[in-house]
């Protein structure tokens, strides 16, 4: 064998190794958080007690309902103090550590700890006037732009950087001016930043400044929008300031490599960095000067911690707590004697997605196919009917994720339509639609034709990654099959995350094999569903479109639907006509579980709390090791 | 011996060049790209269809391909599309772990594998011999990243002996003294993991050689000549059997590469071989041909530190 060949026999190995490794993948909040299965490492069950506050019960079942959103306070809290804050990532973090250039959520959590939004939000992420400024709104009305509003700012005397420069309206300007220049180089730029009167015209490099944002003084910025919609208040307004005494002198394409970025960032939160090793920790010692007042905690330290030994790194204490704990190892270290267990719903939906068109990339907009094999609704309202979310919440997630009713989640408290009349599990429902609508068994073989006697094979897309993936697509399949619908995997397999936003359509090239598909939405905090099912987005994956759907959704975030109740009205019955027109079903909603060890004091996780991370203490210079 | 060498360095040029190539596009033919992790419906797709007009990836890949050697011939890999910063200041803040990682676990391994493959190969054939084989046949069939974990479970989770992820603890002066031990301490458990897998064959190596050399004739003639037992196993055996361990040094290197992608993903050691895992999945392009392409060049490199050395011990293997 010659020298060359038994290398290239090498990098086939290396190759094989390196593909079997992809299996786990977690790039995208919109993918269930994984956790790499053949780590986890189990500490025997020596600990047979069980505490009363713990939510067991006894057929291992648990209910987010059972769990609290703020941790308990026991014990005095000492002065100062450092805690250990866990990164739960099976990646580094990339080291972007700026609001307005970061792209993974690790560092966004990085970013948290020292800095922070100009604007708060409520329990239902509307801003509030609580944060480091207020808000005024007025109506903007010129005959271009007939339904405008204007927003102007206070930014509140005491805010300052970590350098002692005050927090100046020109700051937060400067956040539009960079996200907006033709050369800036991340993600952050869309219709939230067009929205802006001469915004448009400021990234084709036709104006050099943006004519709708205004200093007024140093601590006043006025921002024009050309319309006004209620998605403005829920996260719309672009709500983070960048040290303009800082960057005003690295050109806008340096900026992100920049060492202001990457190696000495500064923000106005409660902590400042202190030393940052690339990738693996960050060192924050308090920031005195907080405006909210000096943080209890002398001293944080942010370590990337593997989901697979998260556990026993939160037994031994070498963390205190982490930014989210992988849910499917709960059930197995419920009984971890020194944390506590906080849970709120995530701002996630899992569901299974029906392809009714295709993306016109010329037209940018979806069309319809009527031809479909999924076009008619009673198939669809029927495979709803055959599967049952309940068991599947209970018996592979142990409760921890449970059957989905409607695609306005419920932390969407104002809302969300608890009482919309969705299909649940009934599979004589199922069997007595489809025969009405003409799929009947013809040839006898058990396995329903179409409705001109043709065979029907369904082709069904899923995303593999976690043990449950394969088993919960395999039940799903088995649902279908015992109202006598065929579906079979595409390809016979489960799909990896890449492959399989690819062929769902990311791109607008749909596989035009595939005729359902189980995927999951991360909504972010914007109860607008306009950019998932909007006839001109790509991410409406179904690619369905009806005008009623259309109208309610324009009608959702226009400038009437700043009346709650009529926003509620809108939303409820665009709830109740998704439970008609099935695009999509929801299955599952899902918890966040977060261990918080018990000498942690002050901690809060519930949407719009307003504990701030400068109030947290701990009761002794020790965390609590697991017994 | 010139001759030999320059001529192994040329053909290093064409390997090099279908390396390059392979490498390209294989990762160009992975489904999907850095900015498929974003679907986000916070983040318009308009922006990232922009994104990816920008960064070139819907050219033909020919161009692309020519693109990227031009940059690699003057030494830019490119910008990591994930990190928003230059590959080769990336790869340079991982390198210096993965090397040290390697030199480490490379001298762990000799000082596991010599003592013990003379020590076999001396006393062939008894209890002690029968134990070191039985060793190293064990560390033969155990793979290494189960190998690893349990270590990793053991003495950094159970006894807490060792640190359990990172390659420094947070918080210190990178150049001072103590910087420098924790960098140590961090990577003395994956590098004692992988050199006690990796170290069997070097094990055997050392002990068939012995045992070849032990009934070779000038054996024979340095023990009638009188030689004591030690100066015939320190000066004549040990010497002689060496010299193939140390032909096989540059595959030692090809084979740390391999291993340092399990270690390092499960150690948490950033070097690069996590690296290289996570841009894989990622779909960092920039990063993923920038890595593979630098273990390709050290495997390559590492053949030819082997076949030079090889020639250099026995004219036999040098090419006419």
Known sequence: MSKSLKWLFALMLAMLLVLAACGNNTAGDDDQKKDDPKTETEDPKDDEKEDEEEPVEDDGLYSIDDFATSKTNEGEAIEGGSLTFGLVSDTVFEGTLNYNFYSGAPDAEVIAWFDESMLYTDGNFTFTNEGPAEFTTEPYETDEYPNGVTFTFKIKDNVNWHDGEPVKAEDWAFSFEVIGHPDYTGVRYGPDFSNIVGMEEYNAGEADTISGIEIVDEKTLKITYKESQPSLLTGGVWSYAMPKHIFKDIPVAEMQESDAVRKNPIGMGPFKVKSITPGESVVYEKFADYWRGEPNLDEVVLKVVSPSTVVQALQTGEVDMVDSFPVDQFVDNADMSNVEWLGITDLAYTYIGFKLGHWDAEAKKVVMDPDKKMADVNLRRAMWYAVDNNAVGEKFYNGLRWQANSLIIPPFKDYHNADVEAPTYNPDEAKKLLDEAGYVDVDGDGIREDKNGEELVINFASMSGGDVAEPLAQYYIQSWAAVGLKVELIDGRLLEFNAFYDRVGQNGEDDPNIDIYQGAWSTGTDVNPYGLYGPDQMFNFPRYESEKSSELLAAGNSPEAFDVAYRQEVYKEWQELMVEDIPVFPTLYRAVLIPVNNRVLNYAIDYGSTMGRHELAVTQEEPFKHE | ?320
């Open chain 2, 1 to 320: 011996m010139w001759k030999f060498s320059v001529r192994r360095i040329l053909i290093m040029i064409p390997q090099l060049f279908v390396l390059s190539l392979l490498i390209f596009v294989l990762a160009k033919m992975m489904p999907g790209d850095a900015l498929s992790g974003q679907i986000d419906p916070n983040i318009d797709p308009a922006r990232i269809e922009e994104l990816r007009i920008e960064m070139g990836w819907y050219d033909p890949w020919h161009e692309q391909y020519a693109r990227w050697v031009g940059g690699v011939m003057q030494g830019d890999f490119g910008m990591s599309f994930r990190f928003k910063m230059p590959v080769t200041e990336l790869i340079g803040q991982r390198i210096v772990n993965s090397f040290w990682l390697s030199v480490a676990t490379l001298i762990l391994t000799y000082l596991i594998a010599i003592p013990l493959g003379i020590t076999s190969g001396r006393y062939n054939d008894t209890f002690r011999d029968q134990l070191i084989t039985g060793y190293s046949y064990v560390g033969f069939a155990t793979p290494l990243f189960i190998f690893a974990l349990v270590m990793l479970w053991v003495f950094g989770f159970q006894l807490q002996w060792f640190p359990t992820s990172g390659s420094v603890e947070p918080g210190m002066e990178p150049g001072t003294f103590d910087y420098f031990m924790s960098k140590f301490y961090h990577l003395l458990l994956p590098a004692l993991s992988m050199a006690l897998i990796t170290t069997f064959n070097t094990i055997l190596y050392l002990r068939n050689e012995i045992i070849d050399t032990k009934q070779k004739d000038f054996i024979l003639l340095a023990r009638s000549k009188g030689a004591s037992e030690s100066r015939v196993y320190n000066q004549h055996i040990f010497r002689n059997s060496l010299l193939p361990i140390a032909a096989f040094f540059g595959f030692e290197i090809t084979g740390l590469i391999g291993g340092s992608i399990f270690i390092e993903n499960i150690f948490g050691y950033p070097g690069m071989g996590q690296l290289l895992i996570e841009s894989i999945s990622l779909r960092d392009f920039s990063v993923v041909t920038a890595t593979t392409l630098l273990f390709g060049i050290a495997s390559i490199l590492g053949a030819l530190i082997s076949d030079i050395i090889l020639s250099l011990v026995d004219p036999r293997i040098r090419i006419k």
